[in-house]
């Protein structure tokens, strides 16, 4: 037995793999939608105001000195 992910393009072919599926050709199964969170929305909120402007300091240094490598 196969498993494989289809993309529905049209509601049409829901009633064609519901069909399908009545007649013992193929099982649905059905999984929960899962969108991607952006990092950016992910880790909202972890440091403080201050700390990020730190860290972007620190970045822009690294960043100097590995020019001048």
Known sequence: MNTIT???IKN????LLQ???ALHIIR???SEVT?????SEKYR???SKEDG???NKHID??????NNI
Do not use: N, P, Y
């Not at 969108?35 to 990092?39: F, G, S, V």
């Not at 240094?61 to 590995?66: A, D, G, N, P």
């Open 35 to 39: 969108t991607k969170i952006k990092l």
């Open 19 to 21: 069909d399908l599926e």
């Open 6 to 8: 289809v993309e529905l």
């Open 28 to 30: 649905i199964h059905k």
């Open 61 to 66: 240094q690294m960043r100097i000195e590995w």
């Open 45 to 47: 909120g972890i440091l």
């Open 53 to 55: 402007l730190e860290l």
């Open 12 to 15: 049409k072919a829901i009633q």
